[in-house]
């Protein structure tokens, strides 16, 4: 009893003493950030500091637990209620967000959008979702449904609206919103030197320092086709500024990448032999998917790098077949942008397409014939396999695949042998009944296809030829004169020295051929060189050289080599010599030193224009010798020598051969 006693006078005591102090409430300050750094805000939380003895910094809810104390008894809000309170608030908010964006996404054009942003006014989050989805619906437009959905959309008086309004509100919005809003206004066709999209670029300036990867990525590939200004120059020298010093800590192969991409195609060389350094030194680390990303990502910041694309393309040709369509194409379409041609690659890929030709579709097919064109490349295997299904359906081909198959089966001069007539039938089958409804450049164009592979059919040929097609050449835009000049000096050629049978002689008027004179290109000092010593040698006085002849006011010869009529005893002695070698039987040796750009990768084989010029000199009764300039410098003199001679005079190579024997 007394111990029981004793506790209730102490807790008496106690409670008397607590209610004569003075009375006090938990202060506190609330540390805001400023109006310049407002768009921070999702980065930097308020801090709110206590008085008491311990500091607490609160970070995640704006309500708390408050108590207030008086002389008499504690009162408290219960925490329960609020973070109900918070809770409610939130839902409303999210289904008041989710209602916004499930209208937004039902938008089909951007006048619809700015329509909807009339009876809706968006915050400041829903500001950067419309502009971005504008953007996104119109970039998957037609050109000329884009024309005249942007013409709507600048006409639209809620366009100057919602730009005021997302000026106003970018100080608030978050770094990616910021970047992603850049993007989608620059792209939609707002003057780079408007008032919007330099606001915009100023804000971005301000707070470079706390871009993320992803929200510097963003920026980076706007900058990437915006035009020289102030503040685009010192936007991309501080991004490029950002990826130097980081550059040492990246250790992993996404992010270098897209410290590559942000550097951008006008980065300083130093700058890219440093990213070209750290990514070799990154080289065991990489996936599959990583070498397609970096060879495209070389592409795109214009980094040639030869170890670094021997790898990736190496890794590239082991792994096709894990390999999806877009990503087959775009490193193609890489290859061609980097100049890079690996034969090992090349040949690979195209008879991975051809083995599993029945997975891809025909707009695949012709896409990736046409990269390989692009590269100079002429995958045998699949273009064959690919004439075989032309023959087997020729009516499934659209005007544009007929078109694509012309300019890659000319371009690159392929010969289907026995099947090359009925090939070329099959696709006369489908061009005529396009004839009526072909513009006029399209027309040429495929007339032009055709009689580079040596297929003149009448029907196209007339209707080019008429003089009501003729009269719409005269207005022809300079930019693509030259061109179309070109192309009738061809057909005009071709007329007159492959003398096609017609029903009815055609010619080119003049009108269409009025070019440029061809300029004589400068004589090859170490072809003349080589060639006069190689006659001398062989001791031929009667030989006559000459150098950059003209032949048909068209066709320029580096060497011409005359040699006497033969005597009728070395003919009967070297008749089996004549027989193999086409030099000596012909009189007129055509000697043509040909840049690689003109020849299938890889082979001897000459590409489109030059393929025909070699057929119209046998026409003409040249004999043609072909020779690289690449074949001349890589050698020797003495080595170089020994290769025209065999090629030139082979009976007297033969000779000596069998004499060092």
């Not at 008879?351 to 579709?361: A, C, F, K, P, V």
């Not at 051929?513 to 000092?525: K, M």
Request: proline share 6%; charged share 20%; with cysteine.
């Amino acid at each position: 009893m007394m111990s029981v006693w004793a506790t209730e006078e102490v807790l008496k005591w106690t409670l008397r003493f607590c209610s004569r102090r003075t009375p006090w409430t938990h202060r506190s300050l609330l540390v805001a950030t400023s109006i310049k750094d407002s768009s921070l805000r999702h980065t930097r939380s308020a801090h709110v500091w206590c008085t008491g003895q311990n500091q607490t910094c609160l970070l995640t809810s704006p309500f708390h637990s408050v108590r207030f104390y008086s002389q008499d008894s504690v009162h408290g809000v219960q925490e329960k209620e609020l973070v109900s309170l918070s809770d409610e608030r939130t839902s409303v908010k999210r289904q008041k967000t989710y209602r916004f964006m499930e209208n937004l996404q039902r938008c089909g054009s951007p006048s619809d959008i700015l329509d909807f942003t009339t009876e809706y006014a968006p915050t400041t989050r829903q500001v950067s979702s419309c502009l971005t989805r504008m953007w996104s619906i119109s970039k998957k437009l037609s050109e000329e449904q884009r024309r005249l959905e942007l013409q709507l959309m600048f006409e639209h008086p809620g366009f100057q609206r919602l730009l005021k309004r997302a000026m106003k509100c970018v100080g608030d919005m978050r770094n990616e919103d910021v970047t992603y809003s850049l993007l989608s206004i620059v792209s939609l066709g707002v003057s780079q030197h408007s008032r919007v999209v330099q606001t915009f670029l100023r804000a971005c300036q301000e707070n470079l320092n706390d871009y993320d990867m992803k929200s510097l990525s963003i920026l980076a590939s706007c900058l990437e086709n915006m035009d020289d200004c102030p503040n685009v120059n010192a936007l991309k020298e501080a991004v490029r500024l950002i990826v130097d010093a980081q550059l040492p800590n990246i250790q992993d192969v996404k992010a270098l990448q897209t410290m590559m991409r942000m550097s951008g195609k006008d980065a300083p060389l130093a700058l890219k032999r440093k990213l070209e350094k750290k990514a070799l030194s990154m080289m065991d680390q990489f996936t599959i998917p990583n070498t397609h990303y970096m060879i495209t990502t070389m592409a795109t910041v214009g980094l040639f790098s030869k170890p670094l694309l021997d790898v990736c393309s190496k890794k590239f040709t082991e792994n096709l077949h894990e390999t999806p369509f877009n990503r087959l194409l775009a490193v193609l379409l890489s290859c061609r942008e980097l100049h890079y041609r690996d034969l090992y690659m090349l040949t690979g890929t195209s008879d991975y397409i051809t083995s599993t030709m029945d997975m891809w579709s025909n707009k695949q097919l012709l896409l990736f014939l046409s990269a390989f064109e692009d590269l100079l490349f002429c995958p045998s295997s699949l273009m064959e396999a690919y004439a075989e299904k032309v023959m087997s359906c020729p009516d499934a081909l659209t005007l544009q695949d007929l078109l694509c198959v012309l300019k890659v089966f000319s371009s690159l001069n392929y010969d289907l042998q026995q099947h090359r007539q009925q090939f070329l039938d099959g696709l006369t089958q489908v061009l005529v009944p396009y004839l009526p409804k072909m513009t006029e450049l399209r027309l040429l164009k495929s007339v032009f296809y055709l009689c580079l592979l040596g297929h003149f059919p009448s029907e196209p040929l007339k209707q080019l030829l008429q003089p009501s097609t003729m009269e719409c050449f005269s207005s022809t835009p300079l930019k693509y004169l030259d061109s179309q000049v070109r192309m009738f000096q061809t057909l005009d050629l071709c007329l007159r020295l492959d003398r096609p049978h017609l029903p009815c002689p055609l010619t080119v008027p003049p009108s269409v051929l009025d070019g440029p004179a061809p300029s004589s290109p400068p004589v090859n000092p170490q072809l003349s060189q080589i060639l006069q010593s190689l006659l001398q040698d062989q001791d031929q006085a009667e030989t006559k050289l000459q150098e950059m002849v003209l032949v048909e006011n068209a066709y320029f010869i580096d060497a011409l080599i005359t040699k006497p009529p033969p005597k009728e005893t070395s003919v009967s002695l070297s008749e089996g010599a004549a027989a193999s070698s086409p030099a000596e039987s012909s009189q007129r040796i055509a000697v043509i030193c040909a840049p690689l750009s003109v020849l299938c990768f890889g082979t001897s084989d000459p590409r489109g224009l030059l393929a025909v010029k070699i057929r119209h000199l046998r026409i003409l009764g040249f004999n043609p010798v072909l020779v690289t300039e690449q074949e001349l410098s890589s050698v020797s003199q003495e080595q170089a020598t020994e290769l025209l001679r065999g090629r030139i005079f082979p009976e007297h190579h033969r000779t000596d051969a069998q004499l060092q024997r």
